[in-house]
């Protein structure tokens, strides 16, 4: 009995395009970080070194935590796009039936 599961195809697109944004932005935040740590270490900026790395810290585990809940979303989206599963039994006794009918009025 193999049953393939089936999705909402609209459902799964706009789940996978908001985990595609969420990453985006997960990105950008250690972007932003990388900039303010790298003017720091040039000597451009006026926050010091400790500080520097230590927003940068912040920032690296605020963009890991969002890709966590990212995916997560994404996860609870797609559970929620499954259509229900139709067993094969129930399919091959319904092409039965449909076959017996199609054979009676035939004759």
Same mark, same amino acid.
């Given at each position: 009995?193999? /049953?393939?599961?089936?999705?909402?195809?609209?459902?799964l697109g706009?789940?996978?395009?908001?985990? /595609?944004?969420?990453?985006?932005?997960?990105?950008?935040?250690?972007?932003l970080?990388?900039?303010?740590? #790298?003017?720091?270490?040039?000597g /451009?900026s006026? +926050?010091?070194?400790? #500080?520097s790395?230590? +927003?940068f810290?912040?920032? !690296?585990? !605020? !963009?890991?935590?969002f890709?966590?809940?990212?995916?997560?979303?994404?996860?609870?989206?797609?559970?929620?796009?499954?259509?229900?599963?139709? /067993?094969?039994?129930r399919?091959e006794k319904?092409? !039965?039936?449909?076959?017996?009918?199609?054979?009676e009025?035939?004759?």
């Amino acid at each position: 009995m193999n /049953s393939k599961k089936e999705y909402d195809m609209a459902m799964l697109g706009k789940g996978l395009t908001g985990l /595609s944004l969420r990453f985006v932005v997960s990105g950008y935040i250690v972007y932003l970080a990388w900039k303010i740590l #790298g003017a720091s270490l040039d000597g /451009s900026s006026p +926050i010091p070194e400790w #500080g520097s790395w230590l +927003i940068f810290a912040v920032f !690296a585990a !605020a !963009a890991v935590a969002f890709c966590v809940f990212a995916v997560k979303k994404y996860l609870d989206t797609r559970k929620a796009a499954a259509l229900p599963a139709v /067993s094969q039994q129930r399919n091959e006794k319904e092409d !039965a039936f449909e076959t017996k009918e199609k054979d009676e009025t035939e004759n």
